[in-house]
């Protein structure tokens, strides 16, 4: 699939269009979903990343918390390093915490209720809530 290959290459403006067409032709599939939020999030569109992530995990929350990055060829180690580091700009830091954490859902469970713990500090979706109570039944499993 050509999403895949502009995925591998970082090329997430490319990867997003093909992500999207073959989402169409397949809504269920779980694995172009788990690219696609990575890809709108580095797209600059959180909102629509962050409404993919909420509805993927509340379906199957260990399609992601079971990725392993280093098999999956899954960028978001190095993602949630420039991040944190603010080599890649955000608009606030709600958005920046709210990438964060899902990002790091793809890598460390713990990391992730961390930093939607933090966007819920600048905003009251009852999304975040909603997301940390559904996570921190696999950070305990994991102590």
């Not at 093909?18 to 909102?47: F, H, M, S, Y």
């Not at 696999?138 to 102590?143: D, E, G, R």
């Amino acid at each position: 699939m050509l999403g895949n290959y502009h995925f591998m290459i970082r090329d997430y403006y490319s990867a997003l269009n093909e992500l999207e067409k073959a989402l169409d032709k397949d809504p269920g599939n779980k694995l172009i979903r788990k690219k696609l939020i990575i890809c709108l999030t580095q797209v600059g569109n959180v909102e629509g990343a962050f409404s993919q992530f909420y509805s993927l995990i509340e379906e199957d929350v260990e399609i992601i918390i079971n990725t392993r990055p280093d098999w999956e060829d899954c960028p978001c180690p190095h993602l949630v390093n420039k991040i944190e580091k603010d080599e890649i700009p955000t608009k606030n830091q709600y958005e920046k915490y709210l990438q964060l954490g899902m990002l790091w859902l793809y890598c460390d469970a713990k990391e992730s209720i961390k930093n939607f713990k933090k966007a819920s500090k600048y905003s009251s979706d009852e999304r975040l809530f909603h997301i940390i109570k559904l996570i921190e039944p696999y950070v305990k499993l994991n102590n």
